[in-house]
């Protein structure tokens, strides 16, 4: 059997994993909850040990594994090892941080010591978000909303305005599409869905009732569904057909995570820019157009004032020499 590692000092931990680990934790049970704790514990245990190693380490199997790393939002037990090796290097290049990414804000923190809390965990969130993504299924879904004939967006809460915010981008490329943070009308646009149509649910939690509720009845009309969420195993993500799965630090922030909309709005930015390209003839005239549209509603750019031809004084007659 292969040795138990020592437990890692805390500048080489493998945090992202082990929040991760922790956040799904409730929702474990048995042989699950066996390897999460073995894990908090041994964070690094997996850089030495195969699959068949850890099974034993943990008294489980190499199928409860793959699951377990599935169940936190891998693809299988490689990726969460090359996870883990990413996380180790990530951190212990930063061994000079004076403060804890997940470390709880003070009250008598100065203002450079929130910022750079906040700066910490933001900045990781991001990162281990863009590691986790699977870009031919971002590819998948974009290309599916570039050829629909609607677009439905569901967000609720702090979710309604990236809802928003999603729809105003496709929008303006053209794209037919619609957001909604109301359940009644909500209901009423994912009842009329079919399957030409993409409907996309966005929860922190996956937990918002209404945002399932809607994109439920979207599934049930026949459109694609797409769950954007930071819990894999979450109902929002049971209820989609097509998951999309971020990271967030939730040690400090909670229970309305800043993070999370910003690694929220990295996938939603990106999945736009994908839609744009698909059509980039279409997304380019339409932008262009809506530009000229307002351009009229904006205040002309002006240089630097040596540059400028001076304008008239707001004189009287009798100011005139």
């Given at each position: 059997?292969?040795?138990?590692?020592?437990?890692?000092?805390?500048?080489?931990?493998?945090?992202?994993?082990?929040?991760?680990?922790?956040?799904?934790?409730?929702?474990?049970?048995?042989?699950?909850?066996?390897?999460?704790?073995?894990?908090?514990?041994?964070?690094?245990?997996?850089?030495?040990?195969?699959?068949?190693?850890?099974?034993?380490?943990?008294?489980?199997?190499?199928?409860?594994?793959?699951?377990?790393?599935?169940?936190?939002?891998?693809?299988?037990?490689?990726?969460?090892?090359?996870?883990?090796?990413?996380?180790?290097?990530?951190?212990?290049?930063?061994?000079?941080?004076?403060?804890?990414?997940?470390?709880?804000?003070?009250?008598?923190?100065?203002?450079?010591?929130?910022?750079?809390?906040?700066?910490?965990?933001?900045?990781?969130?991001?990162?281990?978000?863009?590691?986790?993504?699977?870009?031919?299924?971002?590819?998948?879904?974009?290309?599916?909303?570039?050829?629909?004939?609607?677009?439905?967006?569901?967000?609720?809460?702090?979710?309604?305005?990236?809802?928003?915010?999603?729809?105003?981008?496709?929008?303006?490329?053209?794209?037919?599409?619609?957001?909604?943070?109301?359940?009644?009308?909500?209901?009423?646009?994912?009842?009329?869905?079919?399957?030409?149509?993409?409907?996309?649910?966005?929860?922190?939690?996956?937990?918002?009732?209404?945002?399932?509720?809607?994109?439920?009845?979207?599934?049930?009309?026949?459109?694609?569904?797409?769950?954007?969420?930071?819990?894999?195993?979450?109902?929002?993500?049971?209820?989609?057909?097509?998951?999309?799965?971020?990271?967030?630090?939730?040690?400090?922030l909670q229970p309305d995570d800043l993070s999370a909309k910003h690694v929220q709005l990295l996938v939603?930015?990106?999945?736009?820019?994908?839609?744009?390209?698909?059509?980039?003839?279409?997304?380019?005239?339409?932008?262009?157009?809506?530009?000229?549209?307002?351009?009229?509603?904006?205040?002309?750019?002006?240089?630097?004032?040596?540059?400028?031809?001076?304008?008239?004084?707001?004189?009287?007659?009798?100011?005139?020499?």
């Amino acid at each position: 059997m292969t040795p138990t590692p020592p437990a890692p000092s805390s500048a080489g931990r493998a945090v992202g994993v082990v929040n991760r680990i922790r956040t799904r934790l409730p929702e474990m049970s048995g042989a699950m909850v066996k390897i999460a704790e073995f894990l908090l514990e041994h964070p690094h245990a997996p850089l030495d040990a195969s699959i068949g190693d850890l099974a034993k380490q943990t008294g489980t199997s190499p199928a409860t594994i793959t699951r377990f790393c599935r169940q936190i939002g891998y693809q299988g037990y490689a990726p969460f090892r090359v996870s883990i090796a990413t996380e180790v290097g990530r951190v212990s290049a930063r061994d000079s941080w004076k403060i804890d990414i997940g470390r709880a804000f003070g009250p008598d923190d100065s203002p450079a010591e929130v910022l750079s809390t906040l700066m910490n965990a933001h900045t990781r969130s991001l990162q281990e978000t863009a590691a986790m993504m699977d870009l031919e299924l971002l590819k998948r879904i974009a290309e599916k909303i570039a050829t629909s004939s609607h677009v439905d967006i569901y967000g609720v809460g702090g979710s309604a305005m990236l809802a928003e915010e999603m729809h105003a981008r496709l929008y303006r490329i053209g794209i037919n599409s619609h957001h909604w943070s109301e359940v009644h009308v909500g209901l009423t646009s994912a009842a009329i869905q079919d399957e030409n149509c993409v409907a996309i649910g966005i929860s922190n939690t996956g937990r918002t009732e209404e945002t399932i509720q809607m994109l439920r009845q979207a599934r049930l009309s026949g459109a694609l569904t797409v769950a954007l969420s930071n819990n894999p195993s979450s109902p929002l993500a049971e209820a989609a057909d097509l998951r999309i799965i971020t990271s967030v630090h939730e040690h400090f922030l909670q229970p309305d995570d800043l993070s999370a909309k910003h690694v929220q709005l990295l996938v939603l930015d990106l999945l736009y820019l994908l839609v744009a390209q698909h059509d980039f003839q279409r997304s380019t005239a339409n932008l262009a157009a809506s530009a000229q549209a307002v351009a009229a509603h904006r205040r002309p750019h002006r240089g630097p004032a040596r540059n400028r031809t001076p304008e008239p004084a707001l004189s009287g007659p009798h100011d005139q020499s």
